[in-house]
């Protein structure tokens, strides 16, 4: 279901890679398990929409799968590519790496030769699926010859990610190249749990990181709008009552969040974005908490927290996505059965 779930994120092979002239496969499809989401009793019942996808493909995704089936990863190589204004154009065939920014017609195009993209639509929209997607895709590109993007140098935390994690793309606006290569990449199987612990790996190095502490990670007004209006209540109290540390991602620097997140247990917060920075450092086997409004449900993130190996918890609050507001008892007992979950887990 979680590939099915990709699917529908649109991560799915991309049209162009019928214009391919050579296709080949680096890690097969495989059948994996996929284990449920962590969530209270009636719970789900509180869901009136799902985002991404389909309410009955959002429910089925929260049961897990025993034995999934997994896509392979594919490389692609076409030739005579055109890259303008975010679109790749090649043998009639499109992709689309982002929102355009112009409707003016074609200019001069820089000659690139030749290169590997690794970026996606959902990575140049999202910072989160830029970490999480966009930059495992990298490792394939650096392999296959010179990673390529049309994403510029980024401001905030991601120069700092770039640096740790060995990136140094070409960069490209308006382009032609005599060949590209390109890459269906979001298949959870082993080739990419294994390049996600590699990043893990790369991200905390010689960190001196903190001890098993949990980690709330404040949403506070940034991102897309989705207001928690009792975020700090309940930040004090998971302080004060249960241990956990309070941190807003953008008051700190990612060495600062990767040492906090490294060996935390549970990862906290309004689902969204600031989320990835504990979800990319937390070892295997930890938990995810996402707190999320019941007209904005979604397990997107549980197909990153399986490509972590890591279990994914969600609390439904009360209100909408604009507005919301979680229930203190719901999340103690949710923290509780993470407890109970990983006791089990590990018996």
């Not at 935390?264 to 996402?290: D, F, K, R, Y």
Request: overall charge negative; aromatic content about 6%.
């Amino acid at each position: 279901m979680t590939y099915r779930l990709g699917l529908m994120l649109g991560l799915g092979t991309p049209e162009i890679a019928l214009a391919a002239e050579e296709r080949w496969e680096i890690a097969p499809a495989e059948i994996r398990r996929v284990l449920p989401a962590i969530i209270l009793p009636g719970q789900a019942e509180r869901i009136t929409r799902a985002e991404f996808t389909t309410m009955p493909h959002l429910l089925t995704s929260l049961k897990g799968d025993p034995a999934e089936l997994v896509g392979p990863t594919m490389g692609y190589r076409l030739r005579d590519v055109d890259v303008v204004d975010g679109v790749v154009y090649s043998n009639g065939m499109t992709l689309h790496l982002r929102q355009r920014r112009s409707k003016l017609g074609l200019g001069k195009l820089r000659d690139m030769g030749r290169g590997a993209m690794y970026e996606s639509w959902v990575g140049n929209r999202w910072f989160g699926n830029w970490l999480t997607d966009d930059c495992l895709t990298y490792r394939l590109a650096e392999t296959a010859g010179q990673p390529i993007t049309t994403r510029q140098a980024g401001a905030g935390h991601v120069p700092r990610y770039e640096e740790l994690l060995s990136m140094a793309p070409g960069r490209m606006t308006d382009a032609h190249l005599d060949e590209a290569i390109l890459f269906d990449d979001h298949p959870n199987n082993g080739h990419r749990i294994d390049r996600a612990q590699d990043m893990r790996s790369r991200l905390l190095g010689a960190l001196p990181v903190a001890g098993p502490q949990s980690v709330f990670l404040l949403r506070g007004h940034s991102g897309d709008h989705r207001i928690l209006e009792n975020e700090r209540e309940i930040a004090e109290r998971l302080e004060r009552d249960l241990g956990f540390r309070i941190m807003f991602p953008e008051d700190h620097s990612v060495d600062d969040l990767m040492a906090a997140c490294a060996n935390a247990p549970i990862v906290a917060g309004v689902e969204g974005s600031q989320l990835n920075h504990g979800l990319v450092a937390m070892p295997p086997g930890s938990t995810l908490l996402t707190i999320q409004p019941p007209d904005r449900a979604t397990t997107a993130m549980k197909l990153l927290t399986d490509r972590w190996q890591q279990r994914f918890a969600m609390v439904i609050a009360h209100g909408n996505s604009s507005s919301f507001s979680v229930d203190w008892q719901d999340l103690v007992r949710t923290v509780d059965l993470i407890h109970t979950s990983g006791a089990k887990n590990s018996s």
